[in-house]
């Protein structure tokens, strides 16, 4: 006579089996289990610019530590390049990134400008296979910000393009603009700015319903998240890269020169063309 438990033990075996294959493949679905934080700034290094009142470097590491705390509940194995407030070089942040292969590199800044008025958040990236982890942070923070949409841009930024792991930078706004600075001095602004980034790097569809400044969590619909290597998105705004720009730059102000200097020579035998020609014919011999 079979075992009265043999059909109840079988099910939970395949429950359990069924289990361990939809972990295995939510895992795998992720672009990484390994997250690498980077707080802009730090130490004597504020951030932003001279007049800035709000130091940058007290809200990414706000921001940064509140993702850490997020991403370690997800799951998720972080490492950041700074936890206090320490200045960092540049290369010591790469080094640290690439030390974990098969990580994500995610560097949270602000933005800041003489311009008052200039508001908006935007997010760069460098490698081709960061592109849809770009557009995936960047439409869940846009969708939590009450800021304009200043798009996704690649850029050959340092952090960016010296490390080995795909790397996303996030401007959260402008700390110089009236309404993003006092909302970046705000807890719960910051915190909805990791549970954003978070969203991103899940995977999970983007909030639509843009949230109003008194009111972080709205009702909202949701829009399709994208696979981690695919391109999609009419966020991506195209730009040459900055050594390009640069060097264009360069050659555009050297041509004015030289063309300022050959229209001041022209001007002044011109000029002196006409004296001559004004002048009566008794005082030019």
């Known amino acids: 006579m079979p075992n009265p438990y043999y059909h109840l033990s079988f099910a939970l075996a395949w429950l359990l089996v069924a289990g361990l294959a939809h972990a295995r493949s939510s895992q795998s679905s992720r672009p990484s289990t390994i997250i690498v934080i980077d707080a802009g700034h730090g130490g004597f290094d504020r951030g932003g610019i001279p007049s800035q009142r709000i130091a940058e470097k007290d809200m990414t590491l706000d921001v940064a530590l509140r993702l850490r705390k997020k991403l370690l509940a997800a799951g998720y194995r972080v490492v ?30 602000f933005n800041s400008s003489t311009r008052t008025q200039a508001n908006g958040v935007e997010t760069y990236y ?18 939590g910000a009450p800021s304009e ?3 996704i841009r690649r850029r050959g930024y340092y952090v960016l393009r010296k490390t080995i792991n ?4 996030v401007e959260c706004g402008f700390l110089t603009n009236a309404a993003e600075g006092q909302l970046a001095l705000t807890s719960d602004y910051r915190d909805k700015l990791a ?7 899940l995977g999970k569809p983007a909030l639509i319903a843009r949230a109003p400044a008194s009111h972080y969590y709205p009702p909202a619909t949701e829009a399709e998240a994208q696979p981690f290597n695919s391109y999609a998105g009419t966020d991506f705004i195209k730009a040459p890269l ?14 004015r020169s030289k063309k300022s200097s050959h229209q001041r020579t022209a001007q002044k035998s011109s000029g002196r063309a006409t004296a001559k020609k004004a002048m009566p014919e008794t005082v030019e011999n």
């Open 242 to 255: 900055e050594r390009s720009t640069a060097r264009h730059r360069k050659k555009s102000k050297g041509a």
């Open 149 to 151: 949409n200043r798009g």
């Open 166 to 169: 795909p790397g996303v930078l």
């Open 126 to 143: 460098y490698r081709r296979d960061a592109m849809a982890l770009a557009a995936n942070i960047h439409r869940n923070v846009i969708a």
């Open 80 to 109: 950041m390049t700074r936890d206090s407030d320490l200045f960092v070089p540049l290369p010591g942040r790469v080094a640290i990134a690439n030390s974990t292969r098969n990580a994500i590199f995610i560097c949270i800044h």
């Open 195 to 201: 549970d954003e980034i978070t969203r991103g790097i």
